[in-house]
């Protein structure tokens, strides 16, 4: 309950920061419009760029981990593959 009153005097804070921040501005309100526009659109390139990047990182991890499992894949695969050999060379008597 006291956190849901936090968050909510939070918001109200905020609300009555940017109304304020907007009543006082320097600028008329057509440049205050372009100006948080222009911001908004920065933010939304900028995030457009971090989902690229993360994207490609995600990507690398993920191929990374596919060579990885396919070695691992290999190397068990390897170590059957020579067990079977050792069994075989166990079990066949020198005479046969």
Known sequence: MEEDSKLSYFFLGLGLGVAAGVLFAPKSGSETREFLRSK???????????????????TDVLERSKQKIQKH??????????????????TTTPGD
Request: net charge negative.
């Open 40 to 58: 908004a659109e920065e933010s939304g390139d900028y995030v457009k760029q971090q989902a690229g990047n993360l994207k490609e990182s995600a």
């Open 73 to 90: 894949k290999e190397n068990l695969a390897s170590a059957v593959e020579a067990g079977k050999q050792a069994y075989r060379e166990a």
